[in-house]
Nanobody, 121 residues
Framework: QVQLVESGGGLVHPGASLRLSCAAS????????MGWYRQAPGKQRELVAV???????NYGDSVEGQFTISRDNAKNTVDLQMNTLKPEDTAVYYC???????????????WGQGTQVTVSS
């Protein structure tokens, strides 16, 4: 079984910073892409940022230049540094990973349970 466990969410004021972390555990052969998506109330889940195993990144348009994604391949972790948070960043943030559980298996997508980020004065 593979698990993605997020941490670091919470309630902050506008302009504050927050760092989310996600750790993948279980039987893992390799991880391709890891990253973060978010879903605000009444909206569709959207891309926040993803990072490949060789460090290539892709950010959602709304967070480009505001958030920074990083990854530790040895620890199977991915972090999201969120700066200058705005009320519109309020959402449940989900960790995502494409994981291969054996050398000859396919990559499958996995999701964390989500962590709430609320930005409010």
């Amino acid at each position: 079984q593979v698990q993605l466990v997020e941490s670091g969410g919470g309630l902050v004021h506008p302009g504050a910073s927050l760092r989310l972390s996600c750790a993948a555990s279980g039987i893992i052969w390799s991880i391709d892409t890891m990253g973060w998506y978010r879903q605000a109330p009444g909206k569709q889940r959207e891309l926040v940022a993803v990072i490949t195993s060789d460090g290539r990144t892709n950010y959602g348009d709304s967070v480009e230049g505001q958030f920074t994604i990083s990854r530790d391949n040895a620890k199977n972790t991915v972090d999201l540094q969120m700066n200058t948070l705005k009320p519109e960043d309020t959402a449940v943030y989900y960790c995502y990973a494409r994981i291969k559980r054996a050398k000859w298996s396919l990559f499958y997508e996995y999701w964390g349970q989500g962590t709430q980020v609320t930005v409010s004065s």
